[in-house]
């Protein structure tokens, strides 16, 4: 089974190639246009995004690979002779490697903007250095040479907390997502692949439309039911976690009961 799964990855190495190319793009174009912002605008003020953007990018491009393993990857296992049990766990278990690849390439490209990028926006900015808040805590780091006195602006961070900083600073205001969030996208990344997958693999076509009715079906309750009723998280999370839960029960039973088809 493990040999298999090698095999499998190898197989599909173009999908890693493939995040690469999208998060490291758009990385690398956003960080281009704060960079022109910075040296030709010269702000004092800036914010972190990948931190929050590459987790979803990543397990956006993972839940649509994974749509394509199990209307590919899946049906190629079971008319290369593979009992539907197996092919898949090799199905599941390229979907999850590639889903974590992407959630790690996110952390990498979050640290590369936190780390590396950070000291050059204040750097093209004309700043001595920066100061950046998030989730209460402060941090300031000055450029070599230079030792001024944390006089003049005041800068409140995330706890409400007023503190001076110096002047010539870039003020970063750090957007993140909390650890749990990562392990939900991750999740759906995975579940999300395998239950439109498993739709298109048993109705073909006709799984489109039901899965554009999926989409719709929210967008009727709003009209239907109060919407406090509709909004309130007590309610709607629990029911969301019900349905997904159950598709994904459903996607399995689908899948091991699929026809192969020749």
């Known amino acids: 089974m493990l040999k298999k799964f090698q095999k499998l990855v190898k197989l599909n ?13 758009l990385f690398l174009v956003i ?39 199990v209307g590919v990857s899946f049906d190629q296992a079971l008319r290369f002779g593979q009992t539907r049990k197996r092919a898949l766990g090799l199905t599941l278990g390229l979907a999850s490697f590639e889903t974590a690849f992407a959630l790690g390439l996110a952390a990498v490209l979050a640290a590369a903007e936190r780390f590396l990028c950070v000291p050059l926006w204040a750097k093209l900015a004309g700043m001595n250095g920066w100061v ?3 989730s209460g805590v402060m941090e300031f780091a000055a450029s070599p040479g230079h030792d001024a006195p944390i006089t003049g602006k005041v800068f409140e961070n995330m706890a409400g907390e007023l503190v001076s900083v110096p002047e010539k600073t870039l003020i970063i205001e750090a957007f993140t997502l909390d650890w749990y969030w990562w392990l939900l996208i991750f999740a759906m990344a995975v ?22 009715g999926i989409c719709v079906v929210p967008m009727l309750l709003l009209q239907i039911f109060p919407q406090e009723l509709v909004s309130s ?9 019900i349905l997904f839960v159950a598709g994904f029960l459903w996607s ?11």
């Open 191 to 212: 579940t999300g692949g395998v239950i439109v997958g498993a739709l298109l693999q048993r109705f073909g076509a006709k799984g489109g439309w039901i899965i554009w």
């Open 132 to 134: 950046m808040g998030g």
């Open 13 to 25: 190495l173009d999908d890693l190639a493939l995040y690469l190319a999208v998060e490291g793009g």
């Open 252 to 262: 399995l039973w689908s899948l091991l009961h699929a026809v192969v088809r020749t």
């Open 233 to 241: 998280a007590e309610l709607v999370v629990p029911v969301l976690a």
């Open 31 to 69: 960080q281009i246009i704060i960079g022109c912002v910075m040296h030709f605008g010269r702000p004092d003020t800036s914010v972190t995004v990948s931190c929050i953007l590459f987790p979803i990018v990543g397990g956006l491009v993972a839940l649509i690979a994974g749509i394509s393993h």
